[in-house]
């Protein structure tokens, strides 16, 4: 289970892509599509984060798409991960959009919190 860096990118283009989409069409549900490739972006930056820094990974443990249980988990572990503040200060959101974008009707995200979110996570995988 150690997610690669090109399943990272390949998040972060689909999230890029959606939010050109919405700017260029108007059309209000690809936002959620942005909003999911954002949380599996995040999702996965802390997992490649774990699973580089351990020999062995607990994958019960890293088995969840909640951002916060996986901090825990490196936290349990001794690992420094590194994480944005803004990733740290929206945390339960993000985590969230991960099945609100696919299940709820009524999800949505705003398009500049969307472009936000995008800036830092796109830098973050640079930096990691």
Same mark, same amino acid.
């Given at each position: 289970?150690? #997610?690669?860096?090109?399943?990272?990118?390949?998040? $972060? $283009?689909?999230?890029? *892509?959606?939010? /050109?989409? &919405?700017? *260029?069409?108007?059309?209000? %549900?690809?936002?959620? =599509?942005?909003?999911?490739?954002?949380? *599996?972006?995040?999702?996965?930056?802390?997992?490649?984060?774990?699973? *580089?820094?351990?020999?062995? =990974?607990?994958?019960?443990?890293?088995? +969840?798409?909640?951002?916060?249980?996986?901090?825990?988990?490196?936290?349990? /572990?001794?690992? +420094?991960? &590194?994480? #944005?503040? &803004?990733?740290?200060?929206?945390?339960?959101? $993000?985590?969230?959009?991960?099945?609100?974008?696919?299940? %709820?009707?009524?999800?949505? =995200?705003?398009? %500049? +919190?969307?472009?936000?979110?995008?800036? =830092?996570?796109?830098?973050?995988?640079?930096?990691?």
């Amino acid at each position: 289970m150690k #997610p690669g860096k090109n399943l990272i990118r390949a998040d $972060i $283009i689909a999230a890029r *892509q959606a939010i /050109e989409y &919405f700017e *260029q069409n108007g059309v209000k %549900d690809i936002k959620n =599509v942005a909003a999911y490739h954002l949380q *599996q972006a995040a999702e996965k930056l802390l997992k490649y984060q774990i699973s *580089q820094s351990l020999d062995k =990974v607990n994958h019960h443990r890293m088995y +969840t798409h909640d951002l916060s249980r996986l901090i825990e988990y490196a936290d349990s /572990e001794g690992l +420094t991960l &590194f994480v #944005p503040d &803004f990733i740290r200060d929206h945390i339960n959101s $993000i985590t969230d959009w991960e099945a609100g974008s696919r299940y %709820d009707i009524g999800f949505s =995200v705003r398009i %500049d +919190t969307l472009k936000k979110c995008y800036d =830092v996570i796109e830098q973050w995988e640079r930096q990691v």
